[in-house]
């Protein structure tokens, strides 16, 4: 069986854990230099991954922007592009959103229910992915696996992040602190209620914290430590 990638989430909130408010605008948490980072990692990833739910309501085309970097890319013998996937349960996402038009290859993982719906929406611009009655994360990054893909980055949105840290299956957190308090109770938030692995007493190992003009980054390891 191939390896599963390393699995990268990277989110943007505000002080008060909040990774959007509730108005119709998306909110811009990041600064100029922190969309570079991100734009950086992206570029470092195999694969991007976002959800179902973030697509339809942001509509982004998930990109690596510097030229450069893409031309570093191809000449490390990589597309211009990482793989860009999505997760839809429902199956209901446009052939119109910009995700399918821009880039390289993509994939859409989704249940044996929408599979059908997806194919014919969606012919020609993805390949479409059933892990079974329900979406199955394991078998997502199984597959993503014996895709070549060894680096997965994760972009939310808070269901998409709940899912692969509460099943254990996140290894790194990117967690960039943007100097804003929403304090709207209807705001999305980066984390939902869960049964998370370790409890609440369980400490994240810290792997490094900078300051990126106004906003903080820090990194953490996920993953439980092995005995």
């Known amino acids: 069986m191939a390896t599963r990638p390393h699995v990268l989430l990277s989110v943007a909130t505000s002080i008060d854990g909040h990774i959007d408010d509730a108005s119709p605008e998306r909110l811009l948490l990041s600064n100029a230099a922190d969309f570079d980072r991100v734009d950086q990692v992206r570029a470092d990833s195999d694969a991007i991954l976002i959800g179902g739910n973030t697509l339809r309501s942001d509509n982004p085309r998930l990109l690596v922007n510097s030229e450069e970097r893409r031309a570093a890319r191809v000449a490390a013998g990589k597309p211009a592009y990482p793989l860009k996937v999505t997760i839809s349960a429902s199956g209901d996402l446009s052939r119109d959103l910009k995700f399918w038009h821009h880039g390289d290859k993509k994939v859409v993982y989704t249940t044996d229910s929408a599979a059908a719906k997806l194919r014919e929406e969606l012919d020609g611009l993805a390949d479409v992915v059933s892990t079974g009655a329900t979406v ?77 003009d106004d906003v903080v980054l820090l990194r953490y390891a996920a993953k439980e430590e092995s005995a």
């Open 136 to 212: 199955d994360f394991g078998a997502l990054l199984d597959d993503l696996g014996t895709r070549g893909v060894q680096r997965l980055m994760v972009e939310g949105g808070g269901r998409i992040h709940t899912q692969f840290l509460s099943q254990g299956l996140a290894d790194e957190i990117h967690l960039a602190i943007a100097p804003l308090v929403v304090g709207d109770a209807d705001a999305p938030r980066f984390l939902h209620p869960a049964t998370y692995p370790g409890g609440s007493t369980r400490r994240m190992r810290l792997l490094g914290a900078e300051t990126i």
